[in-house]
């Protein structure tokens, strides 16, 4: 089953990897960010490797967000994103596992599990 793992963060603090760029991330001996950063690079090499990873994209910063709506035939475009929150979508995993417990797992080995938030997702399939 195909899940969609949407990575939080803080648009003050914007950038990638996320946790990086956070207070206590900041705050981190450089061993530590060093770690959390491998740890993200033999993630994302093991779920390649294991055929469970279909793709991980980062997003740009919500500032670069462009709201499009349709009323009544007439197309609105607007700046920022669509809701006004502390944490905004920074990234995306999309996986195909066997299990949604695998997809739990796999989300709470995203370093900004630690941070901020993974929402796990599942990818609704059609009828």
Do not use: C
């Not at 899940?3 to 003050?12: A, E, T």
């Amino acid at each position: 089953m195909k899940y969609l793992l949407m990575i939080h963060s803080n648009p003050i603090t914007w950038g990638h990897p996320s946790f990086l760029h956070t207070e206590a991330g900041k705050a981190l001996p450089k061993k530590a960010r060093e770690a959390l950063t491998a740890q993200l690079e033999n993630l994302l090499k093991d779920l390649d490797n294991s055929g469970e990873l279909i793709t991980a994209l980062p997003l740009d910063p919500p500032a670069k967000t462009r709201v499009v709506r349709v009323r009544e035939g007439v197309r609105a475009t607007t700046d920022g994103p669509y809701s006004e929150a502390k944490e905004q979508l920074a990234g995306v995993f999309l996986i195909d596992v066997e299990t949604p417990e695998r997809a739990e797992e796999i989300a709470a080995t995203i370093p900004e599990a630690a941070f901020y938030a993974v929402e796990v997702r599942p990818v609704a399939t059609p009828d």
